[in-house]
């Protein structure tokens, strides 16, 4: 097997600037050993994004930013801007994680402006989909996600599209608390997805990576990367530590590309 697989993790709100860069000192050494066909990228917290993107400049470890307004500038106390992300050379901007919309109450629309306001600076939107666990008892997983695709990716062109990615990561599957999901439910979901994308997009819905996230760790990971549509893992807990980190990667690494 030979395709290209995204994995990464997104901090939260855990490492400080030192501690993110002992962190990122250890994962570029690791990423030496890693196959060229996993991408790998780390979302840290915004004060630790200069440092880390110096960091990282000569490696192939993607920084990415865990959230972002959609104007370029403006009275909007606390936020950040593309323009801010773009200066100091982001790649890759996190759109709609759970926590966001839970907490801060962001919705659909709001992930749309982001989303183009990403795509206006060459950076690549990594927009988080995912159903709670009172629309997966209802039966309505299947709608609530169509419904988030098609608004999240609202007046894209095929051109865009194409540097979008979609993390899959269902609410109750998330954090501390999470159930992992069934391997066969996440084929089930991301098969699902990927004929979504295709009807929004045509042939270019067959190539937008489609990460899974929630309580991915070193004993499931085998499970859902060989899940075909699943193209990257997006990963909280189980890859704040290097060495955990590491096993996920060497354990991926033997099962594909050995
Ligand atoms: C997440 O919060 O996006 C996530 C995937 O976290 P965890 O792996 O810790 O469940």
């Known amino acids: 097997m030979n395709q290209k697989i995204w994995v990464g993790t997104n901090w939260k709100m855990t490492k400080t600037i030192s501690e993110g860069l002992a962190y990122t000192e250890e994962l570029v050494r690791i990423s030496k050993k890693v196959s060229n066909n996993i991408e790998l990228f780390i979302i840290p917290s915004y004060t630790a994004l200069t440092s880390i993107s110096e960091l990282t400049s000569q490696s192939r470890i993607h920084i990415g930013a865990q959230n972002m307004h959609w104007e370029d500038s403006g009275a909007y106390t ?3 801007s593309p323009r801010m992300l773009d200066e100091i050379g982001i790649e890759i901007v996190e759109l709609g994680h759970s926590e966001r919309r839970q907490y801060y109450k962001e919705n659909d629309a709001d992930i749309n402006k982001k989303v183009h306001a ?45 540097s979008v990615m979609i993390a899959y990561e269902p ?88």
């Open 171 to 258: 609410v109750w599957a998330i954090g501390e608390n999470g159930i992992p999901a069934d391997s066969g439910y996440v084929a089930e979901i991301h098969a699902f997805l990927r004929e979504e994308l295709i009807q929004l997009f045509g042939e270019v819905g067959s190539d937008i990576p489609l990460l899974y996230g929630g309580s991915v760790n070193h004993e499931n990971i085998i499970e859902y990367i060989d899940i075909v549509d699943v193209n990257g893992l997006f990963i909280g807990r189980s890859a704040w530590e290097t060495e955990r980190f590491e096993e996920i990667l060497r354990k991926l690494e033997n099962h594909l590309y050995n």
């Open 78 to 80: 606390g936020e950040i």
């Open 118 to 162: 990403a795509l206006r600076y060459d950076m690549k939107p990594l927009v988080c989909i995912g159903e709670n666990i009172v629309e997966k008892k209802n039966n309505i997983s299947k709608e609530t996600l169509a419904a988030q695709l098609k608004v999240c990716l609202k007046d894209l062109t095929k051109e865009e599209a194409s």
